[in-house]
């Protein structure tokens, strides 16, 4: 089989994308094009594409090793093997695993029964070409390559993983999926600061880049989009690892949440908003003074400058005196945030675990701080409490209005307005009664 030249291979890609062969065109003539995306059967990762995968679009997952890329991509082919009509199947492209490593972890995933394992050809291959090959003339409806970082192109110099490599190895791909309207994933590795590894234009070549994110040694992924043009790339998928692969959770919120008999000092839980889906999550501190030398401050989940900037605000406008103490911010669950809505639960947990005293219970806080000490708004913020009323909470410390809009109302929870950070850290903490029913300290500073 003849390999297409680069030309042949632009006017391709340009009519599979609708390009005119003259020049320009007008916007307004310009029809508009049906987007057909095929469901994979995984409704958590359908959310973070934009509700399913796209003919022609070119997908990159990126995460850590061990994170679970390869189960989740093996789960993904099964779920559109399974929801394709007779006749269609995947093509799984492995340059690091063997088709007996590839059949041990189905059979763990449980797909090797059924129709499904006959839909799923495997090739443990590390050349482009011959994997062009194979989807241009059998023509699977998703091609799954394990990773663009093994994939070589014969003529080229260059081992595996070079730039060269990938870059050349990312466009020969791009002009199957385009040319030939198969979907194709990429599984990319990153590199120890958590970026993607190769070259930049790797992520500029691929229509969406989704990083599968968490602790290798803990439970919980969270599924991003850093980039999608089908879709948005606000949405999150949730899933908890276990002995049957992925596995998406119902309730996401309650898995960020944790179990507390009595409330405790240095939590507060905030109800973040994940493109179109609330999740509530407790951001926990941890003050204690320092010993010596210059205080420690170290954040999981949060921006430390972001922090920083909550413990000026802190000591300047609040009255709550951090700069002799060390501080530690985390969020529970492994979750990172860095939307400004959280400024207002971090600092009430700072005040709280500073304070050794906790905030009243079934409480939840949102907002954002600003310099002069004021809370500012944050949007979708009754979509925020509808969340936190169905969780059971039944007090939430929310920004006052600006004038001329109202504070939401929602049923079984009451909502506490305040304008300021100093009025917020009042409004949480119960002045006199401390964590274990005594008599609250004096606040430290």
């Not at 291979?9 to 049906?34: H, K, M, N, Y």
């Not at 030939?180 to 958590?194: P, Q």
């Not at 000490?373 to 909470?393: D, I, N």
């Amino acid at each position: 089989m003849r390999e297409p030249t680069r030309a042949e291979r632009t006017g391709r890609d340009r009519a599979a994308l609708g390009a005119p062969d003259g020049g320009a065109v007008p916007l307004s003539s310009i029809q508009e094009a049906p987007v057909p995306r095929s469901p994979v059967g995984i409704p958590e990762l359908d959310r973070v594409l934009g509700g399913g995968l796209v003919a022609g679009s070119v997908v990159l997952v990126g995460g850590e090793p061990g994170i679970g890329k390869s189960t989740l991509l093996l789960q993904a082919a099964a779920g559109v093997a399974g929801a394709t009509a007779s006749g269609g199947w995947v093509l799984y492209a492995s340059g690091e695993e063997s088709a007996p490593q590839i059949r041990l972890r189905s059979a763990r995933l449980g797909l090797l029964d059924g129709p499904v394992a006959g839909a799923i050809r495997v090739v443990a291959e590390s050349e482009i070409g011959r994997i062009a090959e194979i989807a241009g003339s059998e023509r699977p409806v998703l091609v799954v390559v394990d990773s663009i970082q093994t994939m070589t192109v014969a003529e080229l110099e260059g081992p595996a993983g070079s730039v060269g490599q990938v870059r050349e190895s990312a466009l020969r791909l791009m002009e199957l999926a385009k040319g030939e309207g198969i979907a194709v994933v990429l599984v990319g590795h990153v590199t120890k600061d958590g970026s993607l590894a190769g070259p930049k234009t790797l992520e500029h070549l691929v229509d969406a880049v989704l990083s599968l994110e968490g602790e290798r040694y803990a439970s919980l992924r969270l599924l991003r989009a850093s980039k999608n043009r089908f879709g948005s790339t606000e949405e999150i998928g949730v899933f908890e690892m276990g002995e049957a692969g992925l596995m998406e959770l119902a309730d996401p919120s309650r898995a960020f949440l944790a179990d507390h008999e009595v409330p405790a000092p240095g939590s507060v839980v905030a109800p973040t908003l994940e493109g179109s889906r609330p999740i509530l999550v407790e951001v926990q501190a941890l003050v204690a003074r320092a010993v010596y030398g210059t205080p420690r401050r170290t954040a999981s989940g949060v921006d430390p400058n972001r922090l920083a900037l909550l413990l000026a605000v802190l000591g300047r406008r609040a009255g709550v005196g951090l700069s002799s103490h060390d501080v530690y911010v985390n969020l529970a669950g492994g979750l990172s945030a860095d939307e400004p809505a959280l400024d207002l639960p971090v600092a009430l947990a700072l005040a709280s675990s500073l304070r050794d005293q906790a905030v009243q219970g079934r409480t939840v806080a949102v907002g954002e701080v600003g310099l002069l000490g004021e809370l500012r708004a944050v949007p979708g913020l009754e979509r925020r409490l509808r969340e936190a009323a169905r969780l059971g909470f039944e007090r939430a410390i929310v920004p006052a209005p600006a004038r001329g809009s109202r504070t939401p109302e929602v049923g079984g929870l009451r909502v506490v307005a305040v304008g300021s950070l100093r009025g917020a850290v009042e409004a949480a903490l119960d002045e006199r009664v401390g964590a274990r029913g005594e008599p609250a300290p004096a606040m430290l500073g």
